[in-house]
């Protein structure tokens, strides 16, 4: 055989073998877990129409500072980057020629993207001081900025300065490039405005200074004319600053903005109240049309868009003010419409993008010609608010039907045998029915489908992954697999997410006066969730409350609304602000878990309200801690509804020292065992006391951090530890009888990751004896190690099973968006440095004092997750399964198996060679059978 020859045979081989390894890899990515890129609350959306109308994208800045691109048909987001800006930067987003143009780090530096790929063209530095507005304006060949008092000229190609230019001390609110090439920018001092003329070199030509009758707080410019409109408390001012004409004035009340319309010197002044399309003319200014109610207006060519409630739309023609359309929209949630963005129109249509005030991007066509209710086409909705989750729950789906039906079979106590067995039928004849319903309906629905190729087409069919959920019925697996995530934002919506393929089934707006509880140890804004009803009491319906405090009546809601559905059944006011809310630890009647509500003045709600409380419960301990270190215990007295002071303490910190973070222990975590079993086969006994918390301080001179472990209960010190040079991030998780803790450590320049572990020793703590209200004489043994982690550390949390048996992991998001999962046994405060026969008996795993990331440890593989706030585990049917939800500036599921699938098959389990095993066991048994008896009638012959 010919070289050659062989080496096409390798090379069949080669490429059969990677064939094969990519299809197993695209079989397994995305079967269990799913990701959801997002943009976040959009701050400034222009849209960018491109000439065959396919590539059309809407280019977004967000109040997170992320510039991307949105699919204008699909809505998929095309591109993106992260930026170092904040929520309080202000900066505009322009396009010239390739480029779209943004500031970024505060207004420090100017960055140029190519629109069609995201690739960053070039970056220059604008200021070494930061400052909250940069305002850009473009000509075809240069880019304009406004930063502070300084106004820049930049080469669109390159990036390079052309020349800047040092203006007065004012508030300057507008800047743009007329047709002549002139640059005029605006501003606005006490009862004043200022105009500056300035010519294509930087110097200024002319500068006009106009009185006023009221301030004006920000001005638009409304063409490339040098026509200018200024908004004002109580008046719009228009003014010519091309030409040093007089001021216009238009008396309205709290403008919100103006818009130019098609005709010349016609505009659009939308106010709290309504719209005004209004012409200047000869110095004066004439009222065409007033559109009273509307909520938000917009200009889309010839015609006037006008939203006057979260789902009413209507249109007007702007020549002539007469309305031609109006109707309903349609949408999932009901807040409030905050912008219109113009998209398209024809002769016949519009086409336009509302953003709501919970950050939900919907875009929809308007047709005009038949002037239906129909002709309202929804195109695409993006739910941009799950950016800015604060609480998530998972909860389970509620019984099937024939569930339900054994479950109140088995309840039955009071009907005789016939009843039971009559009722037994009907159940076995309803789970057949129901059984051949459902193949019939899957099967009909893959005849009807045209686009199966192969088995993976199947599979996405069955499985639903167009991103709409199934039209199937909503209830629980028999694994407990599928559940729904419960999530509320800051935003003011809460989201009923499948965690099936991340499909929002429904969406909850809280109100638009609501206003986030703050935490007064962080200061982070969160919108509590509490689940007082889940879905094992089938009888009853699920239900859920957010907490959360009116901008208008300064006073403290909770929303309660069932999980399941999303509808909201009562809205209770409090009679304060809200400080606090917890679940208290029993149910009522109605399996119904109450909450308590505190306020800022320590006045305590209870709803529902209870008449009787079990012994064990009628006492409910708290702890409080403060930012300087003084911490205090209370009891609540749930029938009088009084807190009563137990203890109060003080942790010593110094000025320089405050308290950074507090964690407790999960209420409804299981600890499964209660010692481990050492190698001399003696026991060591965890000290797991669920009121025990994690104080951690900060000493931000000296960059020391303190970690303390309190009794909430007693407030007993447990243990204190200190680590000096030390500074942020901190994140803390506190399990079973261990905290898990990260820093920055300042002196080695890593990230350190310090564990506790706390036993109580050989002798278990005396059960009879012990009682929680007397802090303990012996402490407990506690038993510490540091680790050092090669990555940053966004989040951090623990997987959790239904009964504790699996060991568990640490799963540690990454600021370059990888999940990390690490074993507790690589986490263990007891690795020895030195192992013994004990140590290699009792199986512990010799100290190495750093974790080793392998790529194959990332849970979300190649699937980023960026800015990760938090990570919520939940436990499913399966001892072996934890489900786990990461959620920041993107959404990741999955589900993880820390010590491997032991109680369910694995994924290339060969099925049909176990079944034709059995079948010729069987057969082969049959055939045996059959000749032995053979064999032995013969030798009974014989």
């Given at each position: 055989?010919?070289?050659?020859?062989?080496?096409?045979?390798?090379?069949?081989?080669?490429?059969?073998?990677?064939?094969?390894?990519?299809?197993?890899?695209?079989?397994?990515?995305?079967?269990?877990?799913?990701?959801?890129k997002l943009i976040g609350c959009s701050k400034q959306v222009l849209f960018d129409k491109s000439s065959s109308g396919k590539a059309d994208q809407l280019l977004v800045l967000s109040e997170e500072g992320v510039v991307g691109s949105v699919s204008a048909n699909t809505g998929s987001i095309k591109w993106r980057h992260f930026q170092e800006s904040g929520s309080e930067f202000l900066s505009d987003l322009i396009t010239v020629q390739r480029f779209v143009v943004t500031a970024a780090q505060e207004g420090k530096v100017l960055r140029a993207w190519d629109r069609f790929n995201g690739l960053m063209k070039w970056q220059v530095p604008l200021s070494p001081v930061?400052?909250?507005?940069?305002?850009?304006?473009?000509?075809?060949?240069?880019?304009?900025?406004?930063?502070?008092?300084?106004?820049?000229?930049?080469?669109?190609?390159?990036?390079?300065?052309?020349?800047?230019?040092?203006?007065?001390?004012?508030?300057?609110?507008s800047v743009t490039v007329l047709e002549d090439g002139n640059i005029v920018v605006t501003g606005s001092s006490p009862k004043e405005l200022t105009a500056v003329i300035i010519n294509s070199s930087g110097t200024i030509e002319k500068s006009y200074k106009y009185n006023v009758s009221h301030d004006a707080t920000s001005c638009t410019n409304l063409n490339k004319l040098g026509f200018v409109g200024c908004i004002?408390?109580?008046?719009?001012?228009?003014?010519?600053?091309?030409?040093?004409?007089?001021?216009?004035?238009?008396?309205?009340?709290?403008?919100?903005?103006?818009i130019p319309m098609a005709l010349k010197n016609n505009f659009l002044v939308q106010d709290t109240e309504g719209a005004s399309i209004i012409e200047v003319k000869g110095g004066t200014v004439h009222l065409r049309n007033r559109i009273a109610g509307a909520h938000v207006s917009t200009v889309v060519e010839n015609y006037v868009v006008v939203i006057s409630s979260p789902t009413a739309i209507s249109v007007y023609d702007s020549n002539s003010g007469n309305k031609i359309f109006d109707g309903t929209i349609k949408r999932l949630g009901a807040a409030s419409v905050s912008r219109v963005v113009p998209m398209s129109s024809a002769p016949e249509s519009i086409t336009m993008l509302l953003i709501s005030e919970d950050c939900q991007m919907d875009t929809i066509t308007i047709n005009l010609a038949l002037k239906q209710q129909s002709n309202i086409i929804p195109e695409w909705t993006r739910h941009e608010g799950l950016a800015h989750i604060s609480s998530v729950e998972m909860i389970d789906l509620p019984l099937s039907e024939a569930e339900a039906n054994i479950e109140t079979e088995f309840s039955m106590t009071n009907g005789n045998a016939w009843n039971a067995f009559t009722q037994r039928l009907i159940s076995q004849v309803d789970q057949i029915r129901r059984t051949i319903t459902e193949f019939a309906n899957d099967f009909i629905s893959l005849l009807n489908s045209n686009n199966i190729k192969s088995f993976t087409d199947v599979f996405v069919l069955m499985k639903g992954k167009n991103g709409a959920h199934s039209s199937g019925l909503f209830e629980r697996d028999y694994f407990n697999l599928k559940k729904l995530i419960v999530a509320t934002t800051r935003k003011g919506s809460a989201y009923g997410i499948d965690n099936s393929d991340g499909s929002v089934r429904w969406v909850l707006n809280a109100g638009e006066d609501i206003e986030p509880l703050t935490n007064t140890v962080t200061s982070e804004k969160?919108?509590?969730?509490?689940?007082?009803?889940?879905?094992?009491?089938?009888?009853?319906?699920?239900?859920?409350?957010i907490a959360t405090n009116s901008i208008l009546t300064k006073r403290g809601c909770l929303i309660v609304f069932n999980p399941i559905t999303g509808v909201v059944s009562k809205k209770v006011n409090l009679p304060s602000r809200l400080r606090r809310i917890e679940l208290l630890p029993f149910h009522t009647e109605d399996m119904l878990h109450p909450v308590v509500a505190i306020g800022i003045d320590m006045d305590v709600t209870v709803f529902p309200d209870v008449t009787s409380v079990p012994d064990s419960s009628s006492h409910v301990h708290m702890m409080w801690v403060e930012t300087d270190g003084r911490i205090h215990g209370s009891r609540l007295d749930v029938l009088s509804k009084k807190l009563i002071p137990t203890w109060q303490s003080d942790l010593g910190l110094s000025k320089d020292e405050k308290v950074i973070s507090v964690a407790g222990k999960h209420p409804h975590q299981k600890v499964h065992s209660q010692g481990r079993v050492l190698g001399d086969r003696s026991v060591l006994y965890k000290y797991s006391n669920p009121s025990l918390v994690a104080v951690s301080a900060l000493d931000s001179a000296h960059s020391v951090l303190s970690i303390s472990l309190i009794d909430a209960v007693t407030g007993?010190?447990?243990?204190?530890?200190?680590?000096?040079?030390?500074?942020?991030?901190?994140?803390?998780?506190?399990?079973?009888?261990?905290?898990?803790?990260?820093?920055?450590?300042?002196?080695?320049?890593?990230?350190?990751?310090?564990?506790?572990?706390?036993?109580?020793?050989?002798?278990?703590?005396?059960?009879e004896r012990f009682n929680s209200l007397t802090p303990r004489r012996n402490l407990p043994i506690v038993t510490e190690q540091a680790y050092v982690f090669s990555q940053g550390i966004s989040a951090m949390a623990v997987t959790d099973t239904e009964k504790g048996l699996t060991t568990r992991s640490l799963l540690i998001a990454m600021p370059f968006g990888g999940l990390f999962e690490v074993s507790r046994r690589f986490v263990d405060a007891r690795r020895p440095v030195d192992m013994t026969p004990e140590m290699r008996e009792e199986m512990l795993i010799p100290y190495m004092p750093e974790i080793l990331i392998a790529t194959e440890d990332m849970i979300n593989y190649n699937q980023s997750v960026h800015n990760v706030r938090g990570i919520k585990t939940v436990p499913s049917g399966l001892e072996s399964t934890s489900l786990v939800f990461a959620y920041g500036s993107d959404l990741f599921y999955t589900k993880t198996t820390p010590s491997g699938t032991f109680d369910i098959l694995k994924d290339d389990f060969d099925h049909l060679f176990i079944c034709a095993v059995l079948i010729g066991s069987i057969v082969g048994s049959i055939v045996l059978r059959r000749?032995?008896?053979i064999s032995s009638l013969k030798q009974s012959w014989a």
């Amino acid at each position: 055989m010919r070289w050659w020859s062989v080496l096409w045979i390798q090379l069949i081989v080669i490429l059969s073998i990677t064939w094969f390894s990519n299809g197993l890899f695209a079989d397994q990515a995305g079967k269990f877990d799913w990701s959801r890129k997002l943009i976040g609350c959009s701050k400034q959306v222009l849209f960018d129409k491109s000439s065959s109308g396919k590539a059309d994208q809407l280019l977004v800045l967000s109040e997170e500072g992320v510039v991307g691109s949105v699919s204008a048909n699909t809505g998929s987001i095309k591109w993106r980057h992260f930026q170092e800006s904040g929520s309080e930067f202000l900066s505009d987003l322009i396009t010239v020629q390739r480029f779209v143009v943004t500031a970024a780090q505060e207004g420090k530096v100017l960055r140029a993207w190519d629109r069609f790929n995201g690739l960053m063209k070039w970056q220059v530095p604008l200021s070494p001081v930061a400052y909250r507005n940069v305002l850009i304006s473009n000509s075809n060949d240069r880019i304009i900025v406004l930063t502070g008092h300084v106004l820049f000229n930049f080469a669109v190609d390159s990036g390079d300065k052309v020349w800047s230019l040092q203006l007065d001390k004012i508030i300057w609110s507008s800047v743009t490039v007329l047709e002549d090439g002139n640059i005029v920018v605006t501003g606005s001092s006490p009862k004043e405005l200022t105009a500056v003329i300035i010519n294509s070199s930087g110097t200024i030509e002319k500068s006009y200074k106009y009185n006023v009758s009221h301030d004006a707080t920000s001005c638009t410019n409304l063409n490339k004319l040098g026509f200018v409109g200024c908004i004002g408390a109580k008046a719009v001012h228009f003014v010519d600053a091309a030409h040093a004409e007089a001021v216009v004035s238009y008396p309205t009340n709290d403008a919100e903005y103006v818009i130019p319309m098609a005709l010349k010197n016609n505009f659009l002044v939308q106010d709290t109240e309504g719209a005004s399309i209004i012409e200047v003319k000869g110095g004066t200014v004439h009222l065409r049309n007033r559109i009273a109610g509307a909520h938000v207006s917009t200009v889309v060519e010839n015609y006037v868009v006008v939203i006057s409630s979260p789902t009413a739309i209507s249109v007007y023609d702007s020549n002539s003010g007469n309305k031609i359309f109006d109707g309903t929209i349609k949408r999932l949630g009901a807040a409030s419409v905050s912008r219109v963005v113009p998209m398209s129109s024809a002769p016949e249509s519009i086409t336009m993008l509302l953003i709501s005030e919970d950050c939900q991007m919907d875009t929809i066509t308007i047709n005009l010609a038949l002037k239906q209710q129909s002709n309202i086409i929804p195109e695409w909705t993006r739910h941009e608010g799950l950016a800015h989750i604060s609480s998530v729950e998972m909860i389970d789906l509620p019984l099937s039907e024939a569930e339900a039906n054994i479950e109140t079979e088995f309840s039955m106590t009071n009907g005789n045998a016939w009843n039971a067995f009559t009722q037994r039928l009907i159940s076995q004849v309803d789970q057949i029915r129901r059984t051949i319903t459902e193949f019939a309906n899957d099967f009909i629905s893959l005849l009807n489908s045209n686009n199966i190729k192969s088995f993976t087409d199947v599979f996405v069919l069955m499985k639903g992954k167009n991103g709409a959920h199934s039209s199937g019925l909503f209830e629980r697996d028999y694994f407990n697999l599928k559940k729904l995530i419960v999530a509320t934002t800051r935003k003011g919506s809460a989201y009923g997410i499948d965690n099936s393929d991340g499909s929002v089934r429904w969406v909850l707006n809280a109100g638009e006066d609501i206003e986030p509880l703050t935490n007064t140890v962080t200061s982070e804004k969160r919108v509590p969730l509490l689940i007082q009803r889940g879905t094992a009491h089938y009888k009853f319906d699920s239900q859920a409350v957010i907490a959360t405090n009116s901008i208008l009546t300064k006073r403290g809601c909770l929303i309660v609304f069932n999980p399941i559905t999303g509808v909201v059944s009562k809205k209770v006011n409090l009679p304060s602000r809200l400080r606090r809310i917890e679940l208290l630890p029993f149910h009522t009647e109605d399996m119904l878990h109450p909450v308590v509500a505190i306020g800022i003045d320590m006045d305590v709600t209870v709803f529902p309200d209870v008449t009787s409380v079990p012994d064990s419960s009628s006492h409910v301990h708290m702890m409080w801690v403060e930012t300087d270190g003084r911490i205090h215990g209370s009891r609540l007295d749930v029938l009088s509804k009084k807190l009563i002071p137990t203890w109060q303490s003080d942790l010593g910190l110094s000025k320089d020292e405050k308290v950074i973070s507090v964690a407790g222990k999960h209420p409804h975590q299981k600890v499964h065992s209660q010692g481990r079993v050492l190698g001399d086969r003696s026991v060591l006994y965890k000290y797991s006391n669920p009121s025990l918390v994690a104080v951690s301080a900060l000493d931000s001179a000296h960059s020391v951090l303190s970690i303390s472990l309190i009794d909430a209960v007693t407030g007993q010190l447990v243990h204190m530890a200190r680590h000096p040079k030390a500074s942020g991030p901190f994140n803390m998780v506190h399990c079973e009888n261990w905290l898990a803790y990260t820093f920055w450590n300042e002196r080695a320049r890593r990230m350190d990751l310090g564990i506790m572990e706390l036993f109580d020793g050989s002798e278990p703590c005396d059960s009879e004896r012990f009682n929680s209200l007397t802090p303990r004489r012996n402490l407990p043994i506690v038993t510490e190690q540091a680790y050092v982690f090669s990555q940053g550390i966004s989040a951090m949390a623990v997987t959790d099973t239904e009964k504790g048996l699996t060991t568990r992991s640490l799963l540690i998001a990454m600021p370059f968006g990888g999940l990390f999962e690490v074993s507790r046994r690589f986490v263990d405060a007891r690795r020895p440095v030195d192992m013994t026969p004990e140590m290699r008996e009792e199986m512990l795993i010799p100290y190495m004092p750093e974790i080793l990331i392998a790529t194959e440890d990332m849970i979300n593989y190649n699937q980023s997750v960026h800015n990760v706030r938090g990570i919520k585990t939940v436990p499913s049917g399966l001892e072996s399964t934890s489900l786990v939800f990461a959620y920041g500036s993107d959404l990741f599921y999955t589900k993880t198996t820390p010590s491997g699938t032991f109680d369910i098959l694995k994924d290339d389990f060969d099925h049909l060679f176990i079944c034709a095993v059995l079948i010729g066991s069987i057969v082969g048994s049959i055939v045996l059978r059959r000749l032995a008896r053979i064999s032995s009638l013969k030798q009974s012959w014989a």
